[in-house]
Structure formats: C-alpha cells, structure tokens
C-alpha cells in the first residue's frame, strides 16, 4: 500500500494519475469499510469526474473537496486521524473517506437510493442516486463489451 501511495503522488504531482489508477484505491478502501468498490467508482465519476483538485463551494458556506467531493462537515472527523481538509486532496485520503462516509449511509438505509442520497447530504427530493446509478451502468457497459 505504501508503494501505491508514492506512486499516487507521483502521478498527482505530475498530473497524469486517472480513474484506472484510482480502481486500486476504490478496491482496496471498499474491502477495508465493505462497501462496492464500483459504488466508489460511481460516486467519484458523478462527483468531480475523478479530479483530484475538484472544490465546490456550498451555498450553505461549506465546501466539498477532492475526488469524492467530502463535505467540510467532516472536518471533526479528518481531525480526529491527524488529518485536515487540505488532506482531501490527496486521492487515498479522500477515497477512504468517502469510503468511510458511504459505509455509514449503508449501515443506515442498507444498499439503496437512499443511501447514495445520504452520501450527498439529502435524501428527500434527491435525484443524486439516479445519477450515480447512471453512471454505474455505463461502468458495467464497458466492462461487459
């Protein structure tokens, strides 16, 4: 694991990492939190189109940042491992995180609609699910072609 996150940054630093790199990291944090790695894969291509150095700001003032685009309401949490927002750009740290973040939503409404809504922050009158689902199936196209 270490060798794959120096050679993450490399390619970060150098700017050419993409999403058939991430796929290590999208297996790896999905066995450690027993989520779908390609649920991971789906939120990463509906969130920033895999961008590492994605940020959106909220209109409620808090931002999203990285890969996953994780919430700075997670802030408490990332201090808890030692760890700040600006961490979040780093792929590993923000796929485990957005890892960490789906496995609670799971545990909450099993695998469903609901909990991919949970993972953007609303359930009711979201159509985020759908979108993420989309993007699955085009996944799983190209994988069964």
Known sequence: ???NLIL?????????????????LFIYYGAKYQVPPMLLWAIAKTESNFNANAKNINKNGS????LMQINSIH????????L?????YNPSVNIQMGAFVLKSCIDKYQISNNALNCYNGKIKDNHYA???I?????K???IIK
């Open 134 to 138: 989309k993007n699955l199936r085009v």
């Open 8 to 24: 993450c940054a490399l390619l970060f630093c150098a700017g050419v990492a993409n999403e058939k790199f991430y796929n290590e």
């Open 1 to 3: 694991m270490i060798k």
């Open 84 to 88: 700040s927002l600006k961490d979040l």
């Open 75 to 82: 802030e408490n949490t990332l201090k808890r491992n030692n």
């Open 130 to 132: 759908f979108k993420v």
């Open 63 to 66: 931002v999203d940042i990285g």
């Open 140 to 142: 799983q196209g190209q």
